[in-house]
């Protein structure tokens, strides 16, 4: 297992080259010259030029690409066009809210869909299924910014029980109940998505867990139902479940940047939208490559998780 | 063997929901079985063997089958009226079972001697060092090697074979009263099957279990079973002792089935084969369910449905041709041979007492 991490961590990075020099391409190929955006609409050629020159951005791409990554590799990603402060303290102070919002969205939706999941498996046809399953369609379908500004509207306008948006008050202390106050309408939003598509691929996965064989053995062995469920039932659905847990991770870093902007959270989603609108390069790359970075340890971790659950998965 | 019942079956009728309608799967079953001994239900797929047993243990799926008459009397109870929790406490305790696909009746994710250690904690209150250990014990009974290693071996690890021991050995944990097989062997190679087979029988004498053991090879049936129940379209159309049934059949089904299983003591050429296939059950025909495909078909027949008429007092068979009234027919060859092969076998036994009760079957 061990030797299987390692060489998961090995291949991962030639990986990670091949992203940053894709992402560093396009970032480049992106309409707009940045110097331009940090100059006056009345800036003499000259002045554009000593800005390019400032910025390092007169060099040749590929040089420009090489530059970047010798500092990235110690973890310096420059400073952001637009601030001029450094790139990884600002990334730091964004990902924190950001993974506070989708963290609790992952877990309130997990705790929410798979007992869901389970109950409209067990109860297949029934109308407590048609429910979960009509409504889980209606969570997948409707658009965030849609059930964000009618919630919004509703709890926070006119009836006032939440704010509009942000993480904390205007000189608040920053503590637990202030932020939470914060969260429950962003994390209701971004909910809907995660508990009606993990509702589904419960259900169904159950439904198929209960057609099995060995679900008939523990019947026939008079095992309690409870019993027959968390015992033989759980582990066996655990499998497909975890690929979507893996599928979900990498959107704690990346995964709100709609909702972000509705509740003006001041996560890395808005981060992103900015650096967009700025051609803060540096900034995007960062945040790429932190997301790269995510994504293949959540799948590193689906795959480490597989072998615990699933003694017939061996890795050597 | 005594003569104690430890199961009747009573009048048994079940039907499936489907979308086309009510298909009557089973259509009035009644049996019994004593301890001790081993009933063998014969017939092909969709004849409501597999059904009527599992009804049995209570596992039919609930949403789309319907129990529509019947009791099965287990100890003075009604299995098919007592509560859930009750039925829990018979299950895996007092009727175990044995299903055709040992490949994946076992929980992959668990280990094979926890499996095997689950009914034990549930019904004999033992704990999991005491419920490991008997497991372990049981393990050797039905001959899995090196129990004390592979006990936490999971299923993947073991071979079709061995799996089927291992749920042998979770059939076996609390010495179950009845033991239910359903085509324990069909899924496995013959020389495994031989094995298991052998087992089957030793485990059962030992411990005095009664089984029953479902199959569609009369082979396995031969060499199993002191009773057989030849079951067609839902039906027990004839009941009797293995040698009644091997060698004085007295159903046309039975004899199209007997003559239609090679033997190895005449070079055949052709198979006997039974013409046709089972009816509907969607619509069950009127008169006798097999006429249709039936040579020796009396008119009655298509009319009016046989009555069970009594060869002897262990031997019964559902059809017009028992009637004192009904025209004698001459069944095929092969079941007139088997037939004399059976009065000879009968004067022998008359002739040494010794030999009674002994099952002689031919293996196919």
Redesign the interface.
């Known amino acids: 297992m061990q030797k299987f991490i390692l060489k998961r961590l090995l291949t991962a990075i030639p990986v990670l080259l091949m992203i940053s020099i894709a992402a560093y391409m396009m970032v480049n190929l992106t309409p707009g010259n940045p110097a331009e955006l940090f100059v006056t609409p009345d800036a003499t050629p000259e002045q554009i030029a000593a800005t390019e020159r400032a910025l390092g951005l007169d060099q040749p791409v590929p040089i420009q690409y090489v530059r970047w990554l010798g500092r990235a590799l110690t973890l310096d990603f420059g400073n952001s066009f637009s601030t001029r402060y450094p790139v990884l303290p600002i990334l730091v102070s964004r990902l924190v809210p950001t993974v506070v919002l989708m963290g609790s969205t992952l877990l309130f939706s997990y705790i929410v869909a798979i007992p869901l999941g389970i109950i409209s498996a067990r109860k ?2 029934s109308w407590v299924d048609n429910l979960l399953t009509s409504g889980s369609f209606i969570g997948v379908s409707i658009p965030n910014f849609f059930l964000g500004l009618g919630l919004i509207y509703i709890f926070a306008v006119r009836l006032g029980w939440f704010p509009t948006g942000g993480m904390t008050e205007l000189g608040g202390d920053g503590g637990f109940f202030e932020v939470l106050r914060h969260l429950v309408l962003p994390v209701v939003v971004l909910s809907a998505f995660y508990i009606a598509n993990m509702a589904r691929y419960m259900r169904s996965t159950m439904i198929q867990v209960y057609g ?3 679900m ?10 409870k ?1 027959i469920l968390t ?2 039932g759980l ?2 659905a655990m499998i497909p479940v975890i690929t979507i847990i893996g599928t979900d991770l990498p959107r704690l870093v990346g995964g709100a940047i709609v909702t972000e902007q509705i509740f003006q959270w001041p996560g890395l989603g808005r981060l992103t939208i900015t650096a967009i609108q700025q051609r803060d390069y540096p900034i995007l790359m960062a945040v790429t490559m932190l997301s790269a970075v995510v994504v293949l340890v959540a799948n590193l971790l689906v795959d480490i998780t597989y072998a615990v ?4 998965i061996k890795y050597n | 063997m005594d003569n104690t019942n430890v199961l009747e079956v009573k009048d048994l009728a079940i039907s499936f929901k489907t979308f086309e309608g009510k298909v009557q799967a089973v259509r009035g079953v009644n049996f019994e079985l004593k301890k001790g001994e081993t009933l063998a239900i014969v017939g092909e797929s969709g004849s409501g063997k597999s059904v009527s047993t599992k009804a049995v ?1 209570r ?1 039919l799926p609930e ?1 789309n089958s319907i129990i529509e008459s019947g009791q099965i009397l287990f100890e003075d109870k009604d299995l098919l009226t007592i509560s ?1 929790k009750e ?7 007092d009727i ?2 044995i ?1 055709q ?1 040992p490949m ?7 280990q094979v001697g926890r ?1 095997i250690a ?2 034990m904690m ?2 004999q209150g033992l704990t999991k060092e005491e419920s490991t250990q008997k497991a372990i014990e049981l393990m050797k009974l039905v001959g899995i090697k090196n129990p004390q290693q592979t006990h936490k071996h ?1 299923p ?1 690890q073991f071979s079709g074979g061995m799996r089927q021991r291992g ?1 042998i050995a ?1 059939s076996l944990a609390c010495e179950p009263k009845i033991l239910i097989a359903d085509e324990p062997t069909t899924a496995l190679d013959v020389t495994i099957q031989a094995q298991i087979l052998n087992l089957m029988n030793d485990l059962k004498k030992d411990l005095d279990t009664s089984i029953i053991f479902i199959t569609h090879d009369l082979g396995v049936v031969a060499q199993m079973a002191d009773r057989v129940a030849v079951m067609y379209a839902g039906q027990i159309v004839e009941i009797g002792t293995a040698d009644e049934i091997f060698y004085n059949p007295m159903h046309p089904y039975t004899w199209g089935l007997l003559a239609s299983m090679p033997t190895l003591d005449i070079h055949q050429t052709d198979l006997y084969n039974i013409p046709g296939s089972p009816p509907n059950l969607l619509h069950p025909p009127e008169g006798d369910a097999f006429a249709p495909r039936n040579e020796f078909a009396l008119a009655i027949d298509f009319e009016k449905e046989p009555e069970m008429f009594k060869v002897t007092d262990t031997h019964y068979a559902k059809t017009w041709l028992l009637h004192p009234e009904a025209p004698s027919v001459t069944p095929p060859a092969e079941v007139v041979r088997r037939k004399q092969k059976y009065e000879r076998l009968y004067a022998e036994k008359k002739n040494e007492r010794h030999v009674g009760g002994e099952v002689v079957g031919s293996r196919g």
Request: positive net charge; aromatic residues 6%; hydrophobic residues 25%.
């Open positions: 297949q046809g099995e064989n060995y008939r053995t523990a019947t026939a062995k008079g095992l309690a139902t019993t015992k033989h582990r066996n659950v699933d003694p017939r | 243990n596992l949403k859930d039925m829990q406490k018979i299950r895996g305790n175990a079972m299903f696909d994946t009746s076992l929980n992959p994710t668990m499996q689950e009914p549930k019904h999971y993947h749920m979770i």
